[in-house]
């Protein structure tokens, strides 16, 4: 299996612009993570999937942020508009029924000027 | 809420060193425990896990022990090598099987 696949790796962004961040759980899996990680606040659980129903968006830091899963092989995380402070790696995770870790995959990194 | 507290870092080892990297939770229940290492630019990689008290996980030569009478999950390596230098995570999830609660990360320098 090729793991969690993010999409881009990388996004520089201007102020006000929408951004999208895309994922690839692996195969089979039915749980899944969007974590945002920077120096000041560590890594940050901002919402989890279960079976592609959202069952805890309460790290969502406010309205601009939304996140998608209308498959159980997809999934998007959208911030608009977007701020400097948004500026940070945000990881996607899955997890299978059958495993109590969670895998990750590598990562985008945002950044807002 | 659950919580996981991870000693302060940097750590900085000379190769060959002993290392331990405290990591002390709070939860409800009996969590399942967990080090994920973060190489840089890249993911968390789960390098360890524990599912029950008294349980030890294992893997390239670190060793954690699911301690519950001293909520602890303590990281240890008798032997760092320079390829270990990396951010350490401890985390747990609870009984309900949610997401991943983490400590702030360790970083690890091993120097030649």
């Known amino acids: 299996d090729a793991g969690v696949i993010q999409s881009p790796r990388h996004e520089v962004t201007e102020m006000g612009q929408e951004v999208t961040l895309r994922c690839k759980p692996i195969?089979?899996?039915?749980?899944l993570f969007w974590y945002r990680q920077t120096m000041m606040r560590g890594l940050e659980l901002l919402i989890y999937?279960?079976?592609?129903?959202?069952?805890?968006d309460s790290g969502m830091p406010e309205d601009r942020f939304s996140a998608k899963m209308p498959n159980a092989s997809f999934s998007t995380l959208k911030i608009q508009p977007s701020e400097p402070r948004d500026s940070a790696v945000y990881f996607c995770?899955?997890?299978?029924?059958?495993?109590?870790?969670?895998?990750f995959g590598q990562g985008t990194r945002l950044t807002v000027v | 809420g659950n919580s996981v507290t991870q000693m302060e870092g940097p750590v900085t080892l000379s190769e060959e060193a002993f290392l331990t990297i405290n990591c002390t939770y709070t939860a409800t229940g009996y969590p399942s425990l967990f080090w994920y290492v973060q190489y840089p630019g890249e993911g968390l990689q789960l390098l360890l896990k524990?599912?029950?008290?008294?349980d030890k996980g294992s893997n390239k030569g670190f060793e954690a022990t699911y301690r519950k009478e001293t909520t602890s999950f303590h990281l240890e390596k008798g032997s760092v090598q320079v390829s270990d230098s990396a951010v350490y995570f401890c985390?747990?999830?609870?009984?309900?099987?949610?997401?991943?609660?983490f400590g702030s990360g360790t970083r690890l320098q091993v120097q030649p």
């Open positions: 985390a747990l999830t609870d009984t309900g099987r949610r997401a991943l609660t």
């Open positions: 999937f279960n079976n592609n129903v959202p069952i805890d």
């Open positions: 995770a899955s997890r299978g029924q059958m495993n109590t870790e969670a895998f």
């Open positions: 524990a599912t029950k008290a008294d």
């Open positions: 195969s089979g899996h039915n749980s």
